[in-house]
């Protein structure tokens, strides 16, 4: 699906989410033609309601909206607790996520908004694993978040736990994708859990506030913690585990998937095992996956992660700002475009420097790391 970045109102786009019918190429449809609610309601051309593919119905509603003040209430509330209303179309919304099924029409990100384009991965798995587990999670989660990965997961019990805790541990960043709405914590027993992730890390859920951790939500949060990541881990899940419907989102979006293997004959490492039949790469360390990636992340090392002697050249004050922005772990380039304000074309030309300078790599998906 193919979005274009415009800068669509918040409330005209949470009135969108609102009626019945209008899903993610509906709601893109109507966005290319009308930004807010006023030039939607000016407009005196039929025709265009046609080609955004909506019906007479959905165009009244949309006309007669009544719900503004709910609208008003979400906005209020995300005032209130901190969080970030996101929606598609706009600029900050994830680009990971625009082209997965059904992408999210709106965000709610409590946290920092910038690691949305950090190099990440996503560690799941059974919520009551074996010692083993738990083992194999804290040594994978712990080795890549040190490393500068963010590790995403869904802040349940078992494997998400101690992935989480595993990267706070280690002095890195994870982040959690709710099945419910943002301002419901759950498990409840995760409160504290929680609020370590938002030290570093955020918290983001598509469902609007209030909404409960309902069986049917989870799956759909599913195609987020993939949408998110570069690559899936899987660490012990049972045949029918939920850690699977994420592993097999993650093969349709195009990510890399890893399973960790276990014993035969333990049930929870059935859905690993069949995972690694059907050509998931095997994952024993964060080496398997760092090597597997074409990754070379190594610890932070001083300020800027690049050491005195490696600085071989003068840097001028941008030249500086870039080495420092890469130097907690690779920064997508769409990132220093919208940190530091300039033309792609004089990042790419101060970049480009950089490199043969021998100070900083280019990496898969346009992410740019120190040397």
């Given at each position: ?73 979400i906005l209020q509330k995300a005032a209130r607790f901190d969080v970030k209303v996101i929606c598609l179309g706009q600029k900050n919304y994830p680009e990971r996520l625009l082209n997965i099924y059904s992408p999210p029409l709106i965000l709610y990100l409590k946290g ?54 595993a990267a706070i541990d280690n002095g890195g960043i994870t982040a959690a994708v709710f099945g419910c709405g943002i301002d419901i914590i759950y498990p409840r027993g995760h409160r504290n859990l929680a609020s370590k992730i938002l030290e570093k890390g ?170």
């Amino acid at each position: 699906m193919e979005i274009d970045l415009v800068e669509v109102d918040t409330r005209f786009a949470l009135m969108l989410s609102m009626v019945n019918g209008v899903g993610p190429i509906k709601y893109q449809q109507v966005i290319n033609h009308f930004q807010d609610f006023d030039q939607f309601a000016g407009n005196d051309d039929t025709g265009i309601f046609e080609n955004c593919g909506l019906n007479e119905k959905q165009v009244s509603s949309m006309l007669n909206f009544s719900r503004w003040n709910e609208i008003d209430e979400i906005l209020q509330k995300a005032a209130r607790f901190d969080v970030k209303v996101i929606c598609l179309g706009q600029k900050n919304y994830p680009e990971r996520l625009l082209n997965i099924y059904s992408p999210p029409l709106i965000l709610y990100l409590k946290g920092a908004l910038e690691l949305l384009s950090k190099p990440s991965v996503a560690i799941v798995g059974s919520r009551t694993p074996t010692e083993y587990g738990r083992a194999m999670t804290r040594k994978i989660a712990g080795g890549l978040a040190s490393r500068g990965l963010v590790i995403i997961s869904g802040m349940a019990w078992g494997i998400d736990c101690e992935a989480h805790k595993a990267a706070i541990d280690n002095g890195g960043i994870t982040a959690a994708v709710f099945g419910c709405g943002i301002d419901i914590i759950y498990p409840r027993g995760h409160r504290n859990l929680a609020s370590k992730i938002l030290e570093k890390g955020f918290l983001l859920s598509e469902f609007p506030f209030g909404t409960k951790p309902e069986k049917h939500n989870f799956p759909r949060r599913n195609r987020i913690i993939s949408g998110l990541v570069e690559a899936v881990v899987v660490v012990e899940a049972a045949e029918k585990s939920g850690a699977l419907v994420t592993a097999g989102l993650a093969v349709d979006q195009g990510k890399e998937v890893f399973a960790v293997p276990g014993r035969a004959d333990n049930l929870k490492s059935h859905g690993t095992i069949n995972l690694l039949k059907e050509g998931a790469a095997v994952a024993t360390s964060p080496e398997d996956i760092l090597g597997s990636l074409g990754w070379e992340i190594s610890p932070v090392v001083g300020k800027s992660g690049i050491s005195t002697e490696q600085i071989a050249i003068d840097l001028d004050p941008n030249e500086q700002k870039i080495c420092d922005l890469v130097g907690a772990g690779p920064a997508h380039f769409d990132e220093l475009v919208r940190k530091l304000g300039f033309q792609p074309s004089k990042i790419s030309a101060i970049v480009l420097k950089l490199e043969l300078a021998g100070l900083v790599v280019r990496r898969p998906g346009n992410y740019i790391a120190r040397a």
